[in-house]
T-cell receptor, first 116, second 114 residues
């Protein structure tokens, strides 16, 4: 049973359209993340959040933006989609804690975006 | 900076063969180490983890031992099944930095043939 939900699973959209990828979790996790996964499988962190009203850019520069108005919700928005945005987008969350982290992330099933 | 290096795939094995997927890491301090698995069309699932040197993580017949002296966390399974076909990611997470995001390896695709 998934505790983190991503919608839609698949999206095909035309160039120039605005899109929002949804990510919600029911575990009360403070930390949430967006990864972009390229066809070669490698994962790149593009955004993360440590709590409400906290968002940071990740390692890979992205034209997308995120918001964190509620703990459980971390949507990603592209104002004007382009073919170069075609990829799989994975959302994840994790527990808080100041000590060694025993826990990794819980991932959603991903959104596969195709921009034509 | 932190990094994780995995052996390149694909790794192709026959059913019941022994599996090793190598993983080495570079990080200061004492990271936690993880293996994730991604089945076709799915997100990543945590397979096993270890938080300190000499810890052994295990799950579903898979094992990995945290070796600080060789900075390694190799994944092993004694007898693979067709259902193990997936992409496997090694990852580390440091808790002594502000960000504490996971650093992933590039993934290794495993194909098990009947």
């Amino acid at each position: 049973e998934a505790d983190i939900y991503q919608t839609p699973r698949y999206l095909v959209i035309g160039t120039g359209k605005k899109i929002t990828l949804e990510c919600s979790q029911t575990m009360g996790h403070d930390k949430m993340y967006w990864y972009q996964q390229d066809p070669g499988m490698e994962l790149h962190l593009i955004h993360y959040s440590y709590g409400v009203n906290s968002t940071e850019k990740g390692d890979l520069s992205s034209e997308s933006t995120v918001s964190r108005i509620r703990t459980e919700h971390f949507p990603l928005t592209l104002e004007s989609a382009r073919p170069s945005h075609t990829s799989q987008y994975l959302c994840a969350s994790s527990e808080s804690g100041s000590g060694p982290s025993n826990y990794g992330y819980t991932f959603g099933s991903g959104t596969r975006l195709t921009v034509v | 900076g932190d990094s994780v290096t995995q052996m390149e795939g694909p790794v192709t094995l026959s059913e019941e063969a022994f599996l090793t997927i190598n993983c080495t890491y570079t990080a200061t301090g004492y990271p936690s180490l993880f293996w994730y698995v991604q089945y076709p069309g799915e997100g990543l699932q945590l397979l096993l983890k270890a938080t300190k040197a000499d810890d052994k993580g295990s799950n579903k017949g898979f094992e990995a031992t945290y070796r600080k002296e060789t900075t390694s966390f190799h994944l092993e399974k004694g007898s693979v099944q067709v259902s193990d076909s997936a992409v496997y990611f090694c990852a580390l997470r440091r808790w002594d930095t502000g960000r504490r995001a996971l650093t992933f390896g590039s993934g290794t695709r495993l194909q098990v043939q009947p």
